[in-house]
Every structure is written in structure tokens, then in C-alpha cells.
């Protein structure tokens, strides 16, 4: 084993389909490296596992850069890992030490059923934002930036509730499934500048209510989410969600 | 775009509104409440105290309030029942093992078993004294003729039993209010880079002060302190 490299334990969830029920099963890893990150270590495997003439472990993963927001790992206890914003890509071995046990499951959210292993149906989120997590645009050319001015502090919260990846970390660590600071964020982005200013009544009812039919769960304000997000959306978005909300209620 | 929305209280959102806003109702009774039994701390043999009571047993605006806080108390345990089993049907196969140490307070993560504990020290608690001295009668009045409902309170504390329940009503209170109160303000949609360390700082001082005040009533009587 070559200097640094690490022997571990580790306990992955495997479910056939979403029809049957999971377990956790045991596997060994030899001689992983600290510089893998930890879907690589997941690569490895999968290799393992296809030369025994195994089934692979169903992962979520798409540009291993930390802005899909594809990969969906609860590691330890935590989405994403031990890390703070990091996606599951991003995050090391070098976070772990030889001889470690990994546990490793699926998000779990009645609104995310598990496909098979690790991956789950994030779709609700996608139905959530058909509902109104968009802006009604002319075609034509784009006018001149600037004719619409855009306070800067108005123009860095919704910078920053853009960063949201949809990767549904704020579900899977929430201990009421609720996807509050996704539809906040998507809500925020939009309400805050003047693009958004069109269908920003509707779009606060609408999407709540689709967040509501999906059946995620209610938000208690632990603030997990907000700890966990690897893009580190803000819990001032759920407090402006909810005005939002309020005030387009008592509009129409 | 079309508008796909409910009931405004049977939302999500809705739901959370009426959580703070009755929560916020049931901390400024905590205030009036506290208030008005800090009279003991006078040491009078509890003649201000049951001036106060009285107050509180004749006054109609009170009387009428009473109502409203049985009605406030009963709707914020409704919701908090309702979200609860929402909550945990959102999750029907749950996590072999959660690290919630890592992102989040013990406290607020058990709203639901402390509001528990406080609905069981409040059934104790009413039975104690608001029966009594709405129904049951009182043990007979103090120097100036009011009822001696401060009696009752030097009776109930003697014994170290119901000391030790109400030290554990005010635990669960102090580690509800510590979530809550900031909690209800969030819920508001009232989060503000300005105020929040305003609302964190009234929520942790309210706590600390109310339930200090509350411990140290069935203790300094147990004690002796108090006559």
C-alpha cells in the first residue's frame, strides 16, 4: 500500500428498484488514495464489483465539479459528507483516515423515491420550477443593461440565491424533508429583480402550492439546511419566501 | 402560469404563520404571568401576590383573555400535531444513521417531545392552582380579604415531588423558548440583517430572565426563603 493510502469500511445502501426494500451492505476498499475524491473512490468500487460479477452501486454524478448538483450522497450522517459547502465530487478522501467506516444512503424524502441504490427521482424539484420558477421574456434583441438599474445589494442576494443547484442536500438533511430553501432560493432569485417583477404573485402561490402537493415536509427553522447546502443558500431566503407568500395571499 | 393554491391555512406557509404567531401570543402571557408572580419575591406573606390574583379573577378584560389563551394554546398544539405527523409522513424510510449534531441545536430539533413535556407539566400545573382557585375553592382569605391563593402555593412546594416537576417544566420551557422565540420571527417572514441580532438577543434574555424567575419561585419556598 503506498504512503497515505487508506484501507475502509464502508456501508452502502442497495435497493433493486423503488418497488423493493434496501439494505445496507458491507464492502472492503484497499489502498485508496487521499487525492480520489469520493465518487472516484465509488469508481473503484464498481470496478471491483463488475470483476466479481456484481451488480454496481447506482450513483448520481454528472460534471464532478461541484455545479450540476447530480451527486446526492448522505455520507455519515450528513449530504455531502463531513465537509461544508462541497458537493459530493468535491469532497476528498483525505477527509477520511485509514480504517474508517463509511456510511453511505440515498437522500430520503417520500418526494425523492429511490430508483435504485444511491440515486433518487428528484423530479418534484423540476415540477416545483415548471410552476413558476422562470421569468416571460419578448424574444428580440436584449435591451441595454443599463435601462434597468438593479440595487447592488438587490443584485448580490439574487446572485447568491442563483447559486442554488437543485441538488436537494436541504431535503435530504432536514428532519422533515422540506425543500423550503430550494423553492425559497428559486422564489428569491426572481423576486428580487425587476425581470422577476411580472409573475412574482403567482409565482410565490403557485410554486408553494406544487412544493406542498409534492409532499415534502414542513419547514421547523433548525436551519440544517442552510449548514449543509454546498452553495450555502441563506435562511433569509425562507423568511422572504414567506412574505412572498403572505403578501400575494393577501392580494388576490 | 396557473394558480394552483389552496386554502391560505391549510399551506405549508400558512400552517408556520399561525405556529409563530400563537407562539408569540403564548410568550407575552409568559410575561404577565411572571410579572405578576414575581409579587411573591416582596416577601409580604403574599399579601401582594394575592392583590394580583385578584386582579387577574375579576378584571373582564382578563376573564375574556382567558378564553383567547385556552383557544391560542389548544390551535398551537393542533398545528404542531398536524405538521408533525405531515413531517414524518415525508420521510417514510428513515436514515440508518443521522449526524443532526453537526448542522443543528438539540433543542430545536425537539420542539415536538418539549412541547410534549410542557403540556404534561401544564396539566399538573393547572390541576395545582387554576382549579382550585376557579372551581375547587380557595383556603381562605389573607389580611387584606382577598383569597389566599399564595396559601396553595406554599403548600404545593413543600412537597420536593412537584418541586422537581416544575424545575422540569421550566427545563422544557427554557429550551422550547430558546428555539422559538427567534423561531416565530423567521416564520414571520421577519428576518433582517439589522434586527436579527436584536430578536436572537430579546428572544435568549426573555428566556433566560423568565425562566430563572420561574425556577426560583418553587425553590425559595422550598427552601424557606420565602414565608
Not at chain 2, 33 to 46: A, E, P, Q, W
Amino acid at each position: 500500500m503506498s504512503q497515505g493510502n487508506m484501507n475502509l469500511t464502508l456501508k452502502v445502501w442497495r435497493q433493486k428498484n423503488s418497488k423493493t426494500n434496501g439494505q445496507l451492505v458491507t464492502y472492503q476498499l484497499k489502498d485508496i488514495s487521499p487525492d480520489m475524491s469520493f465518487l472516484e473512490m465509488f469508481d473503484v468500487l464498481n470496478e471491483q464489483l463488475i470483476v466479481k460479477g456484481e451488480e454496481p452501486v447506482a450513483f448520481d454524478h454528472d460534471c464532478r465539479e461541484g455545479i450540476c448538483g447530480m451527486c446526492s450522497m448522505f455520507i455519515n450522517g450528513r449530504p455531502h459528507g463531513p465537509k461544508s459547502k462541497v458537493t459530493t465530487c468535491q469532497l476528498h478522501m483525505r477527509s477520511f483516515k485509514d480504517g474508517d467506516t463509511i456510511v453511505v444512503e440515498p437522500w430520503r424524502a417520500a418526494a425523492f423515491p429511490v430508483i435504485k441504490d444511491l440515486t433518487v427521482d428528484r423530479s418534484a424539484f423540476d415540477r416545483i420550477i415548471a410552476k413558476g420558477g422562470y421569468i416571460s421574456v419578448n424574444t428580440g434583441n436584449a435591451q441595454d443593461a443599463n435601462n434597468l438599474p438593479i440595487p447592488k445589494p438587490d443584485a448580490d442576494a439574487a446572485f447568491s440565491a442563483a447559486a442554488c443547484i437543485g441538488c436537494g442536500a436541504c431535503v435530504a438533511t432536514c428532519k422533515n424533508s422540506s425543500a423550503m430553501l430550494f423553492v425559497s432560493a428559486k422564489i428569491s432569485q426572481l423576486a428580487l429583480l425587476p425581470q422577476g417583477q411580472v409573475e412574482r404573485t403567482t409565482r410565490a402561490k403557485s410554486m408553494v402550492a406544487q412544493m406542498d402537493e409534492e409532499g415534502f415536509g414542513n419547514c421547523s427553522n433548525t436551519g440544517a439546511c442552510e449548514v449543509e447546502c454546498p452553495k450555502g443558500i441563506s435562511l433569509e431566503n425562507i423568511a422572504r419566501m414567506n412574505r412572498e407568500f403572505f403578501a400575494a395571499n393577501i392580494k388576490e | 402560469m396557473s394558480n394552483t393554491s389552496g386554502k391560505f391555512l391549510q399551506s405549508s406557509l400558512g400552517k408556520k404563520l399561525l405556529m409563530g404567531l400563537t407562539g408569540l401570543f403564548l410568550v407575552s402571557f409568559l410575561l404577565v404571568h411572571c410579572f405578576l408572580n414575581s409579587f411573591i419575591f416582596f416577601n409580604d406573606g403574599g399579601l401582594m401576590f394575592n392583590q394580583g390574583a385578584k386582579f387577574m379573577a375579576t378584571n373582564p378584560i382578563i376573564r375574556v383573555m382567558e378564553y383567547v389563551l385556552f383557544a391560542g394554546l389548544i390551535l398551537h398544539m393542533v398545528q404542531a400535531l398536524i405538521l408533525t405527523m405531515q413531517n414524518s409522513k415525508a420521510r417514510p424510510v428513515k436514515y440508518a444513521f443521522t449526524n443532526g449534531a453537526a448542522n443543528s441545536k438539540w433543542y430545536s430539533r425537539s420542539m415536538g417531545i418539549l412541547g410534549s413535556l410542557l403540556l404534561l407539566f401544564l396539566v399538573i400545573h393547572l390541576a395545582n392552582f387554576w382549579v382550585k382557585s376557579r372551581f375547587t375553592g380557595l383556603p381562605g382569605v389573607d389580611a387584606n380579604g382577598n383569597e389566599n391563593l399564595y396559601l396553595v402555593m406554599l403548600e404545593v412546594f413543600k412537597n420536593p415531588l412537584f418541586v422537581a416537576v416544575y424545575m422540569l417544566g421550566v427545563f422544557s420551557l427554557a429550551f422550547h423558548l430558546l428555539h422559538g422565540f427567534p423561531s416565530a420571527f423567521q416564520s414571520l417572514g421577519l428576518n433582517h440583517k439589522k434586527y436579527n441580532p436584536l430578536i436572537k438577543g430579546l428572544g435568549f434574555w426573555f428566556t433566560i430572565i423568565v425562566c430563572l424567575l420561574f425556577a426560583a419561585m418553587p425553590i425559595s419556598i422550598f427552601c424557606g426563603l420565602i414565608k
